[in-house]
Structure formats: structure tokens, C-alpha cells
């Protein structure tokens, strides 16, 4: 059984190719946006970030959200960094994941 510093370790070095590979783009806002997606992934995990799908022109594209998923924002474009959809089509903006994951399964 690993211990939780061998696990940490190929996360941090993730963590470490993800932001030199932003980096190297040269653009601010990809290094800005792949730090704010880390920062998310460590509080839900990386297997929960399903990212809000957003037009040619940077604005959220609503008619490409599920049902029943939760999509991280983490540029806060609709007010939040989650954004849920439930069965019926209803959307929720919220900061807290846990309310939004409800909020998609009701």
C-alpha cells in the first residue's frame, strides 16, 4: 500500500508538467486559467471537472450543457465556479460543489 506522500508525488509532478507546458505558451491568461483548474482539481478531484463549454467567441455555450452534470467555470463567467444542470434543464451557479452535485442528481 502506498503511502500518502509516494501518492503526492506524481501529482505534484503533474502538477509541475501541466503548469511548464502553460508556461510555454507564452500566454498569461493559459498559465492564469491551468492554475485556477489545479486549484479546483485538488478541492473536487480531477476526475470531477467537466469544463463549461464556451463558444468561438469566449462566452458560455448553454445549448451544449447535459443534464445532471456539474461543470466547473473557473473563470466565474455565469457568477460561479460550478454550474449544475439538473433532470429537468434547470441551472444552478454556485461556489460550493457539493450543492451543485445535488443539485444535478435531483
Do not use: W
Request: no cysteine; charged share 25%; proline share 4%.
Amino acid at each position: 500500500m502506498q503511502k500518502e506522500e509516494e501518492r503526492a508525488f506524481p501529482q505534484d509532478a503533474a502538477t509541475g508538467t501541466l503548469l511548464t507546458a502553460a508556461m510555454l505558451e507564452g500566454d498569461p491568461t493559459t498559465q492564469i486559467r491551468a492554475q485556477k483548474l489545479l486549484n479546483v482539481s485538488q478541492e473536487i478531484g480531477v476526475e470531477n471537472i467537466v469544463e463549461l463549454p464556451v463558444k468561438a467567441n469566449g462566452k458560455p455555450d448553454t445549448n451544449k450543457m447535459r443534464r445532471k452534470v456539474v461543470y466547473t467555470d473557473v473563470n466565474k463567467t455565469l457568477g460561479g465556479t460550478f454550474v449544475s444542470v439538473n433532470e429537468e434543464g434547470k441551472e444552478k451557479i454556485t461556489d460550493n460543489f457539493l450543492e451543485a452535485q445535488q443539485h444535478a442528481n435531483s
